[in-house]
């Protein structure tokens, strides 16, 4: 799923640590990391030929196919295209197969929007036909516009506007003396996931949720709205899961932990802990505006404004709303297509692949757009074999069902298959949609040097240089300082992301602890059309990568990096940058306690000297806020010392791979390298801990995780970032304590790989 627009690209870049001239890492070594000399020059001659197979007109027609027609779960034309698909991967010889599970997925029965009093006015909920589209009118089979978990329920009462629904916002709600308890919330989109506005919601004593698309954020402040431009038109919905996943666990509700086979233990529906505690539905702006314009009460902050012909105000009230919404809770098959091409030497080593088919309507960008790249990477790779391409890893193709609703086809899957996983999986790779821009790299920090090595080999469609430096020129441009200039010119790879949640990537790496990747090319055409009926085949070829150029460039790096990293003699996974990345967590969590003792320190201060006071304004009164106690000093001291173990047992490694780089032919080696990668294949998984985090237990990684409070936006080491950020001090310190651990038991790890390369040295 994961929104592509009206979110600018992030890219992570402070703290030098090397320093090579940025034009010298520019290209890429002519030894692959991993790799003899020799296996190094063989591999680069099977990569260049399959970067030629990828083919825009090909990548344009699956397109058109899969998004033909509404395909979310339990849609014919789901099971339509994951038979297709099923039925490509065999004809291009690979063997392959579906797998099916069954999960519960709402549909909405009723959906009610009506404002009863001081005007009377009904929300239309619906998303019109336009007739230059030629999908947007396949009524009978669209899915009405409405967030799945969200809870039965039948309200009324009065309305409150608050903002994106933040924690903070309800802060400045307090301020300004207004409290939504009993209330219904408007929210606006974006800056939150979606399913964190009616848990905080909630929270606060709401009994219903509205959230609407302002067109600010994605409508005709951009760009003209849709089909005369990219953006949202007034009766366009972002449809959308709800689940309270990243409290709970995502996947099918009823199954958590388990895969959703038919013997599998199910939960009764109102059991299931990650549906919502009050009723949710998404609406246009067209339905919004009549509603917020009835609104009285104080000014919204004027940052809380939007771009709607209207005073925003907050309410409570007048406008009194009536939400009723119910659905069918029905168990639905998800489908799985899943394809093999078994290793030659190390068939127990997988390198997986993958990205989901399911949308929630046509969903040409979200998710064909990349859907299609993964199915020409399977060609291409189905080509190599009839060379003569042997891969030494198997190599798993996934593309995921289910992932709308919340990543329940990869979940499960995961879940079902998780000893085999633990066992066997090395590196899993994701995407989930494509446009048109630079390349944005996301993953775990042992795989930050391998996917900037790829990076280098890929050429950019638009400027003929390689997306890496593409990406470093950009990152140059949104750097905000003269040090993070220098750090992206100086330092040899570019930082890449930590992963959040939001796309199927999460049960590997946050529940099995597998190192991970995803990646998508994007950032220069705006849109507004996500998750409604005009993400289609006629919006994407108007408005994003019209001519493909971006799907091949997709294709060709994830078919470079699954080629590479199934062929490696030794996996190729770097600590140095992963340590280095470790090192800025830890500042970030010190500055982050530092800046929170200032700000409580200086409010308290305020507050006894009478600021407040002496600004109040009797005609537009606000509540002073009550002082607050100083967080207390934390003990890093562990984080510290299991640092510079990280940082000296990393560079061991590098220092012995680099030795045993040119035997690595020696035939002698099969047996030792088979362990040294077992070993490596471990290392991420050092980084989980079996009770999982903090009342979260089924999120096990220790260093990334979905925030609570943020969705998809990822917490790095969040048992402790969480606890300072949600004043449970004494957790955190507990944290850091198990974290250390974790990076020590990690250290040893890498240096027993050390140990193992330095033996084959001798
Ligand atoms: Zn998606």
Redesign the pocket.
């Known amino acids: 799923?994961?929104s592509c627009f009206a979110v600018a690209l992030i890219f992570t870049l402070i703290l030098p640590s090397f320093s090579f001239a940025a034009d010298q890492s520019a290209t890429s070594p002519t030894i692959l990391a991993g790799y003899s000399p020799r296996s190094s020059q063989t591999e680069r001659d099977w990569e260049a030929k399959f970067r030629a197979i990828p083919d825009p007109a090909n990548l344009r027609s699956y397109m058109q196919r899969l998004s033909a027609r509404p395909h979310h779960v339990g849609s014919p034309y789901d099971k339509d295209n994951a038979e297709w698909i099923l039925a490509h991967f065999k004809e291009w010889g690979l063997d392959a197969h579906i797998e099916q599970f069954d999960v519960l997925f709402p549909t909405p029965k009723i959906r009610v929007l009506e404002m009863v009093s001081p005007t009377k006015f009904t929300a239309k909920l619906e998303e019109p036909a336009l007739a230059i589209d030629p999908t947007s009118n396949q009524k009978s089979e669209q899915l009405p516009t409405y967030n799945a978990y969200s809870i039965d329920g039948d309200v009324t009462a009065p309305l409150v506007f608050v903002n994106y629904g933040l924690p903070e916002d309800y802060e400045k709600l307090d301020r300004l003396g207004i409290s939504v308890k009993g209330a219904i919330v408007i929210a606006k989109y974006l800056h939150s996931w979606r399913g964190v506005k009616p848990k905080v919601a909630a929270e606060h004593g709401a009994i219903g949720c509205l959230i609407y698309s302002e067109p600010q954020d994605d409508g005709y402040t951009h760009d003209n709205v849709f089909p005369i431009g990219p953006m949202r038109p007034p009766d366009g919905v972002q449809r959308g899961s709800v689940m309270d996943f990243a409290s709970n666990s995502p996947g099918d509700p009823l199954t958590p932990g388990v895969g959703a086979t038919p013997d599998a233990k199910r939960l009764a529906v109102k059991d299931a802990k990650s549906i919502t505690k009050i009723p949710v539905l998404p609406i246009s702006y067209g339905d919004a505006q009549p509603l917020l314009a009835a609104l009285a009460g104080p000014m919204a902050p004027e940052d809380w404004r939007g771009s709607l012909p209207i005073p925003y105000h907050v309410g409570p009230g007048p406008a009194q709303v009536h939400l009723k919404v119910a659905f069918n809770w029905d168990i639905k098959p998800v489908y799985d297509v899943i394809a093999k091409i078994p290793g030659s030497v190390e068939p127990d080593e997988w390198i997986i692949r993958g990205n989901?088919h399911d949308?929630w309507v046509n969903?040409a960008e979200?998710?064909i757009s990349a859907q299609v790249s993964l199915l020409e990477e399977a060609r291409g790779l189905s080509l190599l074999l009839k060379q003569g391409w042997k891969p030494r890893r198997t190599i798993i193709y996934c593309a995921w069902d289910g992932?709308?609703p919340m990543l329940l086809g990869s979940t499960e899957w995961v879940e079902a298959h998780a000893d085999e996983l633990r066992e066997h999986a090395a590196v899993y790779i994701n995407t989930?949609?494509n446009d048109r821009g630079p390349l944005n790299m996301n993953g775990s920090h042992s795989l930050e040097q391998f996917i900037n090595g790829v990076a280098r080999d890929i050429e950019d469609p638009e400027t003929k240089m390689s997306v890496w430096q593409r990406a470093q020129l950009n990152a140059i441009a949104d750097a905000k300082s003269a040090d993070d200039k220098k750090e992206i010119r100086q330092r040899p790879d570019l930082r890449i992301g930590a992963l959040g949640s939001g796309?199927d990537f999460t049960g590997f790496i946050d529940h099995l602890g597998i190192a991970t990747l995803d990646m998508a090319y994007g950032g220069e055409d705006d849109g507004g059309i996500y998750h409604s009926i005009y993400d289609d085949f006629y919006w994407y070829t108007h408005f994003s990568d019209t001519n493909f150029v971006y799907g091949r460039a997709m294709a060709q790096t994830v078919g470079t990096s699954v080629l590479r990293l199934a062929d490696a003699q030794v996996l190729p996974f770097d600590f140095t940058d992963f340590a280095d990345t470790v090192g800025m967590y830890t500042k970030e969590l010190q500055k982050l306690l530092a800046d929170k003792q200032d700000e409580i320190r200086e409010r308290n201060q305020e507050i006894e000297e009478g600021m407040f006071k002496a600004t109040f304004d009797p005609r537009r009164p606000t509540v002073a806020p009550e002082k607050a106690e100083v967080p207390p000093h934390l003990n890093f001291a562990p984080m510290q010392n299991a640092l510079d173990s990280l940082t000296r047992t990393s560079k061991h490694y590098q220092q012995s791979l680099s030795a045993v780089q040119p035997n690595l032919d020696n035939e002698n080696f099969v047996a030792q390298l088979r362990v040294l990668n077992r070993e490596l294949m471990e290392t991420e998984r050092r980084l989980t801990n079996p009770d999982g985090l903090p009342r979260r237990p089924w999120y096990k990684h220790l260093l990334y995780a979905p925030g609570v409070y943020s969705g998809y936006g990822v917490k790095t080491v969040p048992g402790v970032r969480e606890g300072i950020e949600q004043k449970r001090y004494a957790e955190a310190e507990q944290e850091i304590v198990r974290v250390s651990k974790a990076l020590e038991d990690d250290s040893s790890q890498i240096e027993s790989a050390s140990r193992q390369l330095d033996g084959m040295g001798k």
């Open positions: 799923m994961r989901h949308a969903g979200d998710p992932e709308e989930d949609g796309t």
